[in-house]
Structures are given as structure tokens and as C-alpha cells.
């Protein structure tokens, strides 16, 4: 099983990034995908998530409004739309996949590798 998210970069503020979390050796439609990140010095967080079950789309509030979420099953990936982008979204950006979508990052099936998005004022 592998997933693998790429898409970072270096942006200013008020940008955008795309993020893909493109998985293989498994049946993207039987998990949930969960974006989570970190910045330096600060624990993994939560950010966004969409069901295996129903769709659902789940977001952290301060990326309400600003990140969308997109499953596309037929390609086997999940992408991360990220707009008006301001420095504190600055962070190494991990996809992983669960039964369950969650805003907690343990314990997840599956994790990628992670992408950095930096963010400059």
C-alpha cells in the first residue's frame, strides 16, 4: 500500500496549492482519506477529511471556507484545494487513510510521505 502526496510548494499569502494524495494497493472507495499536517515545532493536527461511507467532507474551522476536499475514486486519488493561504497554514502536509475519518492522527491505517506547503507574507 502506498500514498503518496505531492503538490507543495512555496506560495504567498493569499495564494493557492493543490494537493494530491494519490494511493495505491488499496480500494480508495473503502477508506476515508484524513489531510492532516504540522508545522515546525507544533504536534500533527487534523484538516481536513472525506468518508468512505457517505461522502461526508470534514473540515478543521480554521480552513472552513478556504480548503476543499475532492475524492475522485475512478483515479485513485485525493486532492486538497488550498486557497487564500496566509503564513500560519505553513507545514508539512500528510495524507492517511482510516475506516474512519478523525481530526485525531493515531491511529491511521496508512500514511504517506508528506509535502510542504510554505506560505509567505
Known amino acids: 500500500v502506498q500514498l503518496q502526496a505531492s503538490g507543495g510548494g512555496s506560495v504567498q499569502a493569499g495564494g493557492s496549492l493543490t494537493l494530491s494524495c494519490k494511493v495505491s494497493?488499496?480500494?480508495?472507495?473503502?477508506?476515508?482519506i484524513n489531510w492532516f499536517r504540522q508545522a515546525p515545532g507544533k504536534e500533527r493536527e487534523g484538516v481536513s477529511c472525506?468518508?468512505?461511507?457517505?461522502?461526508?467532507?470534514y473540515y478543521e474551522d480554521s480552513v472552513k471556507g478556504r480548503f476543499t476536499i475532492v475524492r475522485d475514486n475512478a483515479n485513485k486519488a485525493v486532492y486538497l484545494q488550498m486557497t487564500s493561504l496566509n503564513p500560519e497554514d505553513t507545514a508539512v502536509y500528510y495524507c492517511?487513510?482510516?475506516?474512519?475519518?478523525?481530526?485525531?492522527?493515531?491511529?491511521?491505517?496508512?500514511w504517506g510521505q508528506g509535502t510542504l506547503v510554505t506560505v509567505s507574507s
Open positions: 492517511a487513510a482510516d475506516e474512519w475519518c478523525s481530526m485525531i492522527p493515531e491511529p491511521m491505517d496508512y
Open positions: 494497493g488499496l480500494t480508495l472507495e473503502a477508506y476515508s
Open positions: 472525506t468518508s468512505k461511507s457517505d461522502g461526508s467532507k
